[in-house]
């Protein structure tokens, strides 16, 4: 193995970030991209196959760069390391207000038991700080009966809006140096997001430009609205592995929030449960499947609509789920809550509405899966009775603003729709004032399942669509303003939608 490319090059103007110089380093298929700083850069990489090790190391201008076998330093051989943050974290003992929790949680695995207790070292210029956490260990229902072991994190007393330094690991090797930018406080600033859905290890054609927005400081969090990896079992486990150093340059710096789609169902979700740390912010539970979080205006509320189809894994985590979701947005809509974060987004996998030509989008009345009634409306608990817990009055009757689906392999907004009814602001300001939740379906990041077609029926809802591959940016400007735009990665980058969601009552 031998490097191929690496290359250092001036800081873009809009990057945002204290940097000397972008440095980008190619390995036959591996690419690492890092911002140096003037203080210089160091870091290493071991190969997915675990049999070999990358070096770079950049000071004053210079950078060097060398590959070698893993096995020479046996610590970093037993090392495979990916990185994830994600946020907030609050503890049970509840130290201060959740919506100014300052604690971020750092996920990473190995293939292998690690000695000592997993460990973060961090700082704002130095990485003198240390935080412990816990390891535990699945095995994989493959062939392989791989055993994976996760290293969870959480790191506290940040202080809001400060970048810190970071790198992860214990006694056997760590990981690169990343940085992430603790939570600002409050309801007083514009959370941005990247948005999108299936993206998969192979054929991931919206990564690199991702990337570079996250190189360039465009996003506080990034919302991954399930399909993950195709799969992470898949390979026993390996394409998890593989999926996770894919967006290490992306999740190791900025949160990365998910919700479950039907390609994590595999063996009961355990590779979702487990290679992901997301917490309940109302609740301090660790729970990937359903939590809430605030961000600036807004709340956001992740949700699995898998729940409604997967029920080999049992019935009662419907009821469950949706008695969360009750008390979660019946919270949210306090006078207090709703005055100062008056903006709920819901994000979730299967869309309620959609166009993609397949039969799960079916327009015939009589058919369950008529705009997935069974979420719509409510599923027919173990296959009788009356139907329960549906999604759309839920969402309805508690104001939610927007919905974020995936799961349909191409991008869909529509307009404000409720019960198959388009419900505009007025016909020349849709956005504005909308009588019902807004929908945007994005789920053309990439994967190899490809794209998704169109039925040839437009109902009346859709407003505009597009199979190209590419992700969605949202910005919550503030109480009243909502912005989103679609990329085409196709486009090298062209926004083809945008639109703002205008509000100044909510309910
Ligand atoms: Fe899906």
Redesign the pocket.
């Known amino acids: 193995m031998q490097v191929l490319c690496v290359s250092q090059h001036d800081s873009p103007p809009d990057a945002g970030l204290e940097v000397s110089a972008q440095v980008s380093v190619c390995v036959y298929g591996y690419r690492q991209s890092f911002a140096s700083t003037p203080k210089g850069h160091h870091f290493r990489h071991v190969f997915p196959d675990d049999s070999s090790v990358l070096v770079v190391h950049s000071s004053a201008g210079a950078l060097n760069a060398s590959v070698g076998k893993a096995d020479t330093n046996p610590s970093l051989a037993r090392r495979s390391v990916s990185s994830l943050t994600s946020f907030p974290f609050a503890n049970a003992s509840h130290a201060y207000p959740i919506a100014d929790a300052t604690e971020m949680v750092v996920t990473w695995v190995t293939g292998h038991h690690i000695s000592g207790k997993p460990c973060v070292e961090y700082g704002i210029d130095d990485l003198s700080m240390k935080a412990f956490g816990h390891s535990s260990r699945f095995a994989d229902g493959g062939h392989e009966k791989r055993h994976i072991y996760v290293h969870r994190v959480v790191v506290k007393d940040l202080k809001p809006s400060q970048t810190y330094q970071y790198h992860c690991g214990s006694d056997d090797g760590w990981s690169a140096v990343y940085h992430f930018r603790a939570k600002t406080k409050g309801s007083h600033w514009s959370p941005r997001f990247a948005v999108f859905g299936?993206m998969g290890a192979a054929n991931a054609q919206s990564v690199p430009r991702l990337e570079q927005d996250v190189r360039r400081g465009m996003y506080d969090a990034i919302l991954h609205v399930?399909?993950i990896a195709y799969n992470l079992h898949s390979d026993n486990g390996k394409v998890g592995d593989a999926f996770m150093r894919l967006i290490e340059p992306i999740a190791a710096y900025v949160p990365y929030q998910v919700c479950p789609?039907?390609?994590e169902h595999k063996y009961n979700f355990s590779h979702y449960d487990h290679r992901f740390s997301m917490t309940d912010s109302r609740t301090g539970s660790l729970n990937n499947h359903f939590y809430s979080f605030n961000m600036g205006p807004a709340h956001f509320v992740s949700l699995s609509t898998e729940y409604y189809y997967y029920t080999d894994f049992g019935w009662d985590q419907i009821r469950r789920q949706y008695e969360w979701l009750v008390d979660d947005l019946r919270a949210a809509n306090s006078p207090e809550s709703r005055a100062e974060r008056p903006w709920i987004i819901t994000m979730a996998?299967?869309p309620l509405y959609c166009m993609t030509d397949d039969r799960s989008c079916s327009p015939i009345d009589s058919s369950d899966a008529f705009q997935r009634r069974r979420l719509r409306k409510g599923i027919k608990m173990q296959g009788s009775g009356k139907r329960k817990y549906g999604l759309e009055a839920l969402f309805f009757k508690y104001g939610v603003d927007i919905q974020l689906y995936?799961?349909e392999h191409n991008y869909q907004r529509l307009f404000p729709v409720y019960d198959n009814h388009v419900l505009n602001g007025s016909t020349a300001h849709p956005y504005h004032n909308p009588k019902g939740p807004v929908v945007v379906i994005t789920g053309s990041a990439g994967c190899d399942e490809h794209h998704a077609k169109f039925r040839k029926h437009v109902p009346d809802w859709s407003a505009f669509r597009s199979t190209d591959y590419g992700y969605t940016r949202m910005t919550v400007h503030n109480k009243t303003h909502v912005s989103l735009e679609q990329v085409s990665d196709d486009q090298k980058g062209k926004i083809i939608d945008r639109f703002v969601v205008v509000k100044d009552r909510h309910l």
């Open positions: 299936d399930g399909d789609g039907n390609h996998h299967k995936g799961h």
